[in-house]
């Protein structure tokens, strides 16, 4: 079964949390937009399943930047970095290992499915052979200047 976690980058502290999404609990009162936070699976002692389970945890909840939440996409790069929407990744496209070309693509979800964006905005629906045999090298909220040139 597909582990589904979110990343978001902190507000208060500028690092990045993962674990669940905790978007529609808390809104600005002046909009009533959603605030995002993410509660870190890292500081929680004990599985929860309920807000009852989670009442005590607190200090596990910390609200996030909007534009930097992301969802996990249940695959792992050829690194065993996991991927996450807005990841960064390259892969090379010559198989004989000589002379390697290199595409850089972003990670999108796209008509229920994860895949790469392409220059254009079209989304490639990709199989997970293609991730095993990419490398995460970082995100579209802090790395935009790597998609600067070839996608």
Known sequence: ???????????????????????????????????????????????YDCWEDI?????????????????YTGLKDKHGKEIYEGDIVQRNIHRDGVNPRYITSVVAFSNGAFG??????????????YFKTSKVIGNIYEDKHLLEGDR
């Not at 674990?19 to 959603?34: D, M, R, V, Y």
């Not at 790469?116 to 052979?129: C, F, S």
């Open 116 to 129: 790469t964006e392409m220059e254009n905005g079209a989304v490639n629906n990709l199989n997970v052979n």
């Open 55 to 71: 009442a005590n945890e607190m200090d596990s909840f910390f609200r996030v930047i909007p534009e930097s939440v992301a969802q």
């Open 1 to 47: 079964m597909r582990k589904i976690k979110f990343r978001g980058k902190s507000v208060r502290y500028g690092l990045w949390l993962y674990g669940s999404l905790i978007n529609n609990a808390f809104f600005k009162s002046e909009t009533t937009e959603p605030i995002p936070y993410i509660l870190d699976s890292d500081r929680l002692d004990d599985d």
